[in-house]
């Protein structure tokens, strides 16, 4: 069928094809280096079953968090002007840039032990979070948070506030039209961000390892277990690779069906 | 971005500037030694280096990292002159992919306890660790199997709060305070300075690790590359491997 607008020029098909190239062939290349016979013996092991279900778990949990509190500073960067918004826009985005170990290592100095919020709360309550799954959520929360929050302004800001004053000239107050027009209107996006948190969260290694150390139904997540295993059985981490690889596209296809309602 | 085309301009200029800001420091030397060495060899390598390179006339430089990495690498043929590794079975990685030269074993580590300055949680042996927060390598890495050793040879069943990917990581969860103690070599808790309280294992050296090092076959100067290992034999290497926690075979 010929596309009334042209066919697509060659300048922008070339690179959109390098593009797909050096995405799928690294993809391509670990599927074809996997010992498939290798997988039934991973799946079965109990450090694998630990691993994926932590990594599951604490993913949702921090998404979760990620929705609580990142879709309120969201509406708030997007909705209401106020002065230092451009600061603050700029301080969320900032971990995005950190390299993972950094973010490890700013998360120790806040929450750990000897931190500023972690020594006193560890004298108040006994409780500290490193060497916890608490403290790999609040890891996750972190790294995902940034993802989460630039998706969901974007997704409220292209959502028009002409909506947001409709509604106010009919007596709605801002937390009405907060949750009966603005969410509504940028659901998609907002879920899109939660899906980008999600796998972001289920990748995350850096942080985790470094704030949270390693240990299996505690704070081993797949990406941990994967690397610790590569240090003495290539084949077996590549199994878990492809393990973690076949699960991530299962839940993320599975979303995308059902809620994002992209073909 | 008022006009994107002088920006690209700025950058096509800078570009070269950022190629040459990295390598040469102009010092004149004559040749260039790689090695390629176990992260726990950093500290030492890198003072044997300073002498070596005015003796020589050569710059040297490193990629510190993990034995099993670097011995993949080597095999893999990745540029080098020098493999040191910390335990045999990476350095079998090497020799089974026909790279090395003569294999020699030159420095040999133990494990100690380390606990952070001030030493919170009062620990005084490996029976203290019951209820601790305290860390250890994990199993897959092999300063995870010296420390598994070292527990079953004293009948220690306290689990770690943690099983670190290597024994940096390890020393850093003690030294940051996160961990009441951890099991590092040696030569960690002599790079770590004052900042740790060393703990000697009674029996430790029943587990030994023991250090290798071999030319490589890609080496480009394999003369070279020999006197690299005729440092680290000699009694100037032997004086600074001791002066670093490390003990000689």
């Not at chain 1, 596309?3 to 070339?14: A, I, T, Y």
């Not at chain 1, 997540?221 to 994967?226: E, V």
């Amino acid at each position: 069928m010929r596309d009334p607008l042209g066919r697509p020029p060659v300048v922008l098909m070339v690179p959109a094809f390098l593009a797909t190239l050096l995405l799928v062939v690294p993809l391509v290349a670990m599927v074809g280096a996997t010992d498939w016979a290798e997988l039934p013996d991973q799946l079965r092991s109990e450090p694998l079953r630990q691993a994926l279900w932590l990594s599951l778990t604490t993913s949702t949990a921090a998404t979760f968090i990620c929705l609580v509190l990142g879709l309120p500073l969201a509406w708030l960067l997007a909705r209401v002007e106020f002065r230092g918004r451009g600061g603050l826009r700029a301080v969320v985005t900032v971990p995005l840039v950190l390299p993972p170990v950094v973010a490890g290592i700013a998360l120790r100095t806040a929450f750990g032990r000897t931190g500023v919020i972690g020594e006193p709360l560890l004298a108040l309550t006994g409780f500290a979070f490193p060497f916890t799954t608490a403290g790999v959520v609040l890891a996750h929360v972190f790294v995902a948070m940034p993802f989460v929050v630039i998706a969901m302004e974007g997704a409220l800001r292209s959502a028009d506030k002409e909506y947001d004053a409709a509604a106010a000239t009919l007596g709605a107050t801002r937390w009405t039209t907060f949750r009966r027009v603005s969410v509504p209107l940028a659901l998609p996006g907002i879920l899109a961000g939660l899906v980008l948190g999600w796998a972001r969260s289920l990748g995350e290694f850096g942080a985790t390892i470094t704030f949270n150390g390693n240990y299996p139904g505690v704070t081993q997540t797949m990406p941990n277990l994967i690397y610790v295993t590569r240090q003495s059985d290539q084949d077996a981490a590549l199994a878990l690779s492809m393990v973690m690889l076949i699960v991530s596209i299962g839940v993320l296809l599975a979303l995308r069906d059902r809620w994002l309602g992209t073909p | 971005m008022q006009c994107p085309r002088s920006t690209l301009a700025l950058l096509v200029l800078l570009l070269p500037l950022a190629g040459c800001g990295s390598g040469d420091d102009e010092s004149g030397a004559q040749g260039e030694l790689t090695v390629l060495a176990a992260s726990s060899l950093t500290d030492v390598y890198e003072e044997l280096a300073t002498s070596f390179e005015e003796e020589n006339d050569v710059d040297v430089t490193f990629s510190f990292g993990s034995s099993t990495d670097l011995a993949e690498q080597a095999a893999d043929g990745a540029p080098g002159d020098v493999l040191s590794t910390a335990d045999s079975t990476s350095m079998q990685t090497a020799e089974d992919a026909d790279v090395t030269g003569e294999v020699v074993d030159f420095a040999t580590n133990v494990m100690v306890i380390v606990t952070p300055a001030g030493n919170p949680a009062g620990i005084e042996s490996l029976d203290d660790l019951k209820g601790a927060t305290w860390v250890r390598c994990a199993d897959e890495v092999p300063c995870g199997k010296v420390a598994q050793g070292v527990l079953e040879d004293n009948d220690i069943t306290a689990e770690p709060a943690s099983l670190e990917e290597d024994v940096r990581a390890t020393l850093d969860k003690v030294v940051s305070g996160e961990a009441d103690a951890g099991l590092v070599y040696a030569s960690d808790a002599v790079a770590a300075g004052d900042d740790v309280e060393t703990i000697e294992i009674a029996g430790a050296e029943e587990q030994l690790t023991t250090y290798y090092t071999t030319t490589l076959e890609q080496s480009e100067d394999a003369e070279l590359a020999q006197k690299w290992t005729d440092l680290l034999t000699s009694e100037e290497g032997g004086a600074a491997l001791t002066e670093a926690g490390f003990a000689l075979p």
